[in-house]
């Protein structure tokens, strides 16, 4: 389109630059009711913030990051996260109330609510190597919030943090003496990947923890506020702000070792004959116990379970709780366990070798609905069957770039492939690590004529028929269960 104004020629260009410049001074002069920060747009903050910004459209949202490349993933139609339902949500409020920038110090500036979500990988050096928490981004973003904030500040953790760190926290704010007054709440987030959008939507609990001083409380009442704009009164729920660390830990505590203990019965299952499905059938339908949780599996993954427990153990072992220690300390035992009594069925079931074997994974991501392969059981796999000289065929709808960089500079033959079928075609057998619904509805049929005999599955998560595929000549491995095979 051209618009004439005597000699002055106005292009497309020209009016999509004016249009932007007229949003950006009516969005400016748009005042809102709170300015709400986030640092670290990762696989939480980015989520939780849009949804903030989603359910309330009079707070200003801004989601900051020190990676630029992130931030502009987060600024493009290709988020860098991918969780069902979360597109929609963004682009709804992007540019609205909603911003990702890399403006740290401007956002801390601006900001009422400062929400911190950092990474809090575990410490690969020093003390506490391999079980503390590694805080160093935290405590970066701690001083930042020092150095530039010029009003007072309700500061939010995000970050699943060591009981306690509240505490330090604190002490970083206000060891100038300015007269800017902060108030530390710890609001963990119990949101799980693959259903991000859902479990934020509608919570099973928001839990707020704070100091039981005027100013704390008041701060919780904020923070409060905000949730209620969409979550039921009855769940959100206070405490004090140490129960509220150490909650976040003990739950994800709780699930992993729920996991492990279907998982360690699993392989008794494989000694005995019994089927782990019927036994986590009966054992799921006491009411006291619940269904949940109970499917056994090659292992959990993701960049949570091992690191919190991992953390809760240290933290076990710094207040000298060394049984304690011990009893979490099995849960990720039994989840190493797990993996490698996996990798040695293939073996066993393979001939005792797998060298020159060419395997498929089908699934790479740790669970189902994520790009995630943080800590994914296949990382595991991938290396040992390598290590044993295996071919390795990788297929995911949503992780192969992700895979690639885990595995990036081992030595052995790997390839990636989408397409499950391609995938397949000559392989000796599959594995299936994740459990994406679009292994269930495939034509094993047709992927069984492709492949090199005899044909094996390895079901790392169960989902597969298997009576169907051992009907169509398949050999097949389940977790926990009798093996259907061909062989006398
Ligand atoms: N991923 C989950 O499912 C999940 C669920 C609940 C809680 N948590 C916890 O939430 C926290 C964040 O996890 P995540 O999965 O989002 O991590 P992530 O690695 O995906 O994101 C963290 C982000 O913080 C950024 N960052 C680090 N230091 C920074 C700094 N100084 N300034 C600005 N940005 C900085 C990183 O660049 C990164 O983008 C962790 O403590 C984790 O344990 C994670």
Redesign the pocket.
């Known amino acids: 389109m051209k618009i004439t104004f005597g000699k002055i020629i106005l292009t497309d260009f020209h009016i999509f630059a004016l249009r932007f410049e007229f949003e950006q001074e009516a969005l400016e002069k748009m005042t809102f009711e709170k300015n709400i920060l986030c640092?670290?747009?990762?696989?939480?903050?980015g989520p939780t913030l849009a949804m903030i910004a989603y359910k309330c459209p009079r707070y200003k949202v801004t989601v900051?990051?020190?990676?630029p490349t992130?931030i502009a993933q987060w600024n493009s139609n290709e988020l860098p996260i991918y969780e069902p339902g979360l597109e929609e949500i963004v682009k709804t409020r992007r540019g609205k109330n909603l911003f990702f920038s890399t403006e740290?110090e401007k956002g801390i500036k601006e900001a009422d609510i400062i929400f911190v979500?950092?990474?809090?990988p575990t410490k690969t050096f020093g003390a506490g190597a391999g079980m503390a928490a590694d805080l160093q981004?935290w405590e970066?973003?701690a001083r930042?919030i020092r150095e530039n904030s010029e009003s007072d500040k309700i500061i939010v953790e995000?970050?699943?943090?060591p009981v306690k760190t509240a505490l330090a926290m604190k002490r970083i704010l206000t060891s100038t003496d300015d007269d800017i007054h902060y108030h530390v709440l710890s609001n963990?987030?119990?949101?799980?990947?693959g259903t991000a959008v859902r479990d934020l939507e509608n919570p099973d609990r928001v839990l707020i923890g704070s100091s039981e001083t005027p100013g704390g409380l008041k701060a919780r009442d904020e923070l409060v506020e905000i949730y209620a704009n969409w979550v039921p009164e009855e769940k959100i729920i206070t405490s004090n702000i140490w129960s509220s660390e150490l909650s976040?830990l003990v739950s994800n505590a709780f699930l992993a070792q729920r996991i492990s203990s279907i998982n360690a019965i699993s392989a008794l299952c494989e000694k005995t004959d019994a089927d782990i499905v019927e036994v986590a059938r009966a054992v799921g339908m006491d009411s006291r116990l619940g269904n949940k949780f109970l499917n056994a599996s090659v292992g959990f993954g993701?960049?949570?379970f091992k690191?919190?427990i991992l953390n809760l153990v240290y933290l076990c072992r710094y207040y000298g709780l060394e049984d304690v220690a011990e009893y979490w300390k099995g849960v990720v035992n039994i989840n190493e366990y797990q993996k490698e009594r996996f990798v040695l069925n293939m073996l066993g079931a393979m001939f005792n070798t797998l060298a020159g074997k060419k395997i498929c994974l089908f699934g790479f991501a740790f669970k189902a609905d994520t790009g995630d392969t943080r800590e994914s059981p296949a990382i595991f796999i991938s290396k040992r069957l390598m290590e044993e000289r295996a071919e390795l065929v990788i297929s995911d709808p949503k992780a192969l770039n992700n895979a690639m960089m885990d595995l990036e500079g081992l030595e052995g033959k790997v390839s990636y492939v989408e397409d499950p079928y391609k995938a397949a075609v000559d392989c000796d057998a599959i594995a299936v690590m994740t459990e994406w619904d679009l292994y269930t509805g495939l034509d094993y049929e047709k992927i069984y004529r492709s492949m090199a005999k005899p044909c094996f599955v390895f079901d790392g998560r169960n989902v597969l028929d298997h009576e169907r595929l051992f009907e169509i000549g398949f050999n097949v491995f389940p977790i926990g269960k009798p093996a259907r095979t061909h062989f006398n």
Do not use: H
């Open positions: 640092i670290g747009a990762g696989y939480v903050g900051v990051d020190i990676n992130r740290i979500s950092v990474n809090t981004y970066k973003t930042q995000k970050s699943t943090l963990p987030e119990f949101l799980a990947e976040k993701g960049s949570c690191k919190d």
